[in-house]
């Protein structure tokens, strides 16, 4: 297992867990609406651009093999 700091080529991978992981942990407390919303909002290939380039935010990626199993935003 390893950690990554993400990079602009690592979008899809932060993609593709947010979009794992987000649905199944809150469920319980947002409709799907709203987790579509926020998804777009964090999540889209914009957002995520400007966040790793303008606004200095970082993102790790947890991987192991060829598989992302998590990511953590600092």
Known sequence: M??????IQDIPA???V???V???TFAGILSPGQ???MMEMMYSTESL???LTRLGHHY????????????YFI
């Open 2 to 7: 390893e950690i990554i700091k993400a990079t």
């Open 14 to 16: 932060i993609q593709a």
């Open 18 to 20: 947010a979009g794992e």
């Open 22 to 24: 987000w649905p199944k």
């Open 35 to 37: 987790i579509r919303y």
């Open 49 to 51: 651009t400007e966040q």
């Open 60 to 71: 790790l990626l947890v991987k192991e093999g060829d598989e992302y199993l998590g990511i």
